[in-house]
């Protein structure tokens, strides 16, 4: 089975951390949705999450994937995690997907994982690192490295990353489901 971690912070954006933990579970992909730290987490709009563990206790297990939400300040919190950079850095470097969406892109940029490469992100995320080949499409691949936009692409963007675990036939199947 396919594992994916899926990284919730303090301000983390609610809407696509659900609708991604939602996709890819629909798609019989094992999410891990872990906090920064222990217990109910707010997201970005005050909702309350409670995290499946901590990324502490994360760390102890391979996934074939990492998936970083955006929102403020969920991305700035990731971002100063000296745990994530390195998580993102070794998964990147073990040929692993590495994923993200709205402003969390920059933390992969602060990570050095988008040097030279095409991405995406919520606008003005990436301004301050110019050797990013901004894009403004929706969802932009380049190899392993996965971003999207924003909240409304959440749920095109869990499609995406369900597609590269799983297949297009399961991506179909799925969105089928959803009846979009």
Same mark, same amino acid.
């Given at each position: 089975?396919?594992?994916?971690?899926?990284?919730?912070?303090?301000?983390?954006?609610?809407?696509?951390?659900?609708?991604?933990?939602?996709?890819?579970?629909?798609?019989?992909?094992?999410?891990?949705?872990?906090?920064? /730290?222990?217990?109910?987490? &707010? *997201?970005?709009?005050? !909702? @309350? =999450?409670?995290?499946?563990?901590?990324?502490?206790? #994360?760390?102890?297990?391979?996934?074939?994937?990492?998936?970083?939400?955006?929102?403020?300040?969920?991305?700035?919190?990731?971002?100063?995690?000296?745990?994530?950079?390195?998580?993102? /850095?070794?998964?990147?470097? &073990? *040929?692993?997907?590495? !994923? @993200? =969406?709205?402003?969390?892109?920059?933390?992969?940029? #602060?990570?050095?994982?988008?040097?030279?490469?095409?991405?995406?992100?919520?606008?003005?995320?990436?301004?301050?690192?110019?050797?990013?080949?901004?894009?403004?499409?929706?969802?932009? /691949?380049?190899?392993?490295?996965?971003?999207?936009?924003?909240?409304?692409?959440?749920?095109?963007?869990?499609?995406?990353?369900?597609?590269?675990?799983?297949?297009?036939?399961?991506?179909?199947?799925?969105?089928?489901?959803?009846?979009?």
């Amino acid at each position: 089975m396919k594992t994916v971690l899926v990284l919730f912070a303090e301000g983390s954006e609610e809407l696509e951390a659900v609708t991604i933990v939602n996709i890819l579970r629909r798609g019989h992909v094992q999410v891990t949705l872990a906090g920064l /730290q222990p217990g109910v987490l &707010r *997201g970005s709009r005050g !909702t @309350a =999450i409670q995290p499946d563990c901590t990324l502490d206790d #994360a760390l102890s297990a391979q996934y074939d994937m990492i998936v970083l939400p955006g929102g403020q300040p969920g991305t700035r919190n990731l971002r100063g995690d000296a745990r994530v950079i390195q998580l993102v /850095q070794d998964m990147a470097q &073990r *040929g692993k997907f590495v !994923t @993200a =969406i709205c402003a969390a892109p920059a933390v992969l940029a #602060a990570a050095g994982l988008l040097d030279g490469k095409r991405a995406t992100c919520y606008p003005t995320c990436l301004d301050e690192f110019a050797n990013v080949k901004l894009k403004t499409s929706a969802i932009e /691949q380049d190899g392993h490295i996965i971003t999207s936009r924003g909240p409304g692409t959440a749920m095109d963007f869990a499609l995406t990353l369900l597609e590269q675990l799983h297949g297009a036939a399961v991506r179909a199947e799925v969105e089928t489901g959803l009846v979009r």
